[in-house]
């Protein structure tokens, strides 16, 4: 079974700029969840979609939005960019919504802000 | 505000000994906690986890302890292996469903 594919897997952006990311989940699961990793903070949570709904949403600013297609797949989008977005970014997608679905992370997105 | 804290940010360890690694929380919501391992250009993966119900879980040779009274959960290793050299996260989740992570710890097994 493929794993959790994120593309691209590099992205350069300047500041002001927006940036769209995607997540491909596991065949069969319908939770995505995205996270921002960044040196000192830890894995972060954005939000998290089951069946094309936002279930949850984490501490982030509105320049940070997402959606989820009917096939699953996800994407997430920050707009106005700043240089503290510069992170790492993983999706995660399991089965079901929450902690009753074990999630299977991707490999994420390294978004630098220049 | 950091909910859940990993107050040690790299181990180093001996083959063949014991590696501990310690994971505090905060809110006494959290009622399920689990632990994930990253290698590098490589999202986590899901080691082990613990409900709240009990105090501890085993898994091969990965053991997770956890003090509800503390607020604090432990994860041990033995024996250690070169390949367990990775960055371990803990998190933890409540009634919400939102996982919340630690910042991680390095931990370096010494052949």
């Known amino acids: 079974k493929a794993g959790v594919t994120q593309t691209p897997r590099y992205l350069i952006k300047t500041r002001g700029q927006q940036v769209t990311l995607s997540c491909s989940p596991i065949s069969g699961h319908r939770s995505v969840s995205w996270y921002q990793q960044t040196p000192g903070q830890g894995l972060q949570f954005l939000f998290e979609?089951?069946?094309?709904?936002?279930?949850n949403k984490g501490n982030f600013p509105g320049r940070f939005s997402g959606r989820q297609f009917s096939n699953s797949r996800s994407e997430m989008n920050v707009s106005t960019l700043e240089l503290g977005d510069s992170a790492l970014y993983l999706c995660a997608s399991s089965w079901t919504s929450g902690r009753a679905g074990e999630q299977y992370f991707g490999p994420g997105t390294r978004l630098t802000v220049t | 505000d950091q909910q859940v804290k990993q107050n040690s940010p790299s181990l180093s360890v001996q083959e063949g000994r014991i590696s501990i690694l310690n994971c505090d929380y905060t809110n006494s919501m959290f009622d399920y906690f689990l632990w994930y391992k990253k290698y590098p250009a490589e999202g986590p993966t899901f080691l082990i986890s613990?409900?709240?119900?009990?105090d501890k879980n085993e898994d091969g040779r990965f053991t997770v302890f956890l003090n509800k009274s503390a607020k604090h959960l432990s994860l041990h290793i033995v024996p250690s292996q070169p390949g367990d050299s990775a960055v371990y996260f803990c998190?933890?989740?409540?009634?919400?469903?939102?996982?919340?992570f630690g910042t991680g710890t390095s931990l370096t097994v010494i052949p």
């Open positions: 998190a933890a989740s409540g009634t919400g469903n939102q996982f919340y």
């Open positions: 979609y089951f069946s094309e709904t936002q279930r």
């Open positions: 613990i409900s709240s119900i009990k």
